[in-house]
């Protein structure tokens, strides 16, 4: 993945996170609302993103998380507070979310084709430079994220929520 493509990645992650939590004031403070049930995780020297299994109120300050891409053939594991927060995954719906509280309910219009939503904006930007066609379901049939989105995909979304690189 290009520096370009992560960059956007995490402009659009913070832009999501502070709609869906505009009660807060801070990122930070936005991350911590954001942990619980399928919050992404990074544990310190580990490459793989976990998924916390429970809430976060747990007994002990210890919590149950599981690797992203696991199966139910592998073992769960138990960690301490000692992780950063990503936040939880984002979905269309929660990118609709951080799109409509920025620009307003009537900005767009969607249209459903080929199992994917093809989402146009409604002024302010031409339609090829803002408009995405976004995938609902990966190869395995699992829920298509953000960062499963072409590249292209991922630019117009940066942009509708205010990149301009």
């Not at 919590?63 to 592998?74: G, I």
């Not at 408009?131 to 630019?155: C, H, M, P, V, Y």
Request: charged share 30%; with cysteine.
């Amino acid at each position: 993945m290009s520096k370009d493509l992560k960059e956007i990645q995490e402009f659009v992650r913070k832009k999501v996170v502070m709609a869906c939590h505009s009660e807060c004031s801070t990122y930070k403070e936005a991350l911590e609302v954001e942990l619980g049930f399928g919050c992404r995780v990074k544990f310190p020297n580990v490459e793989e993103v976990y998924l916390m299994l429970d809430n976060k109120f747990s007994v002990g300050n210890t919590h149950l998380f599981a690797r992203e891409d696991f199966d139910r053939t592998q073992d769960y594991c138990a960690f301490t507070r000692d992780f950063k927060i990503i936040g939880q995954p984002l979905t269309l719906t929660r990118i609709l979310n951080a799109i409509n509280q920025i620009h307003g309910k009537d900005y767009h219009k969607m249209l459903f084709q080929d199992n994917s939503l093809l989402y146009i904006p409604s002024y302010k930007y031409s339609e090829a430079e803002a408009s995405f066609k976004w995938k609902f379901l990966n190869k395995d049939r699992s829920e298509a994220l953000f960062q499963d989105q072409t590249e292209g995909t991922q630019i117009s979304v940066a942009r509708l929520l205010g990149y301009n690189k």
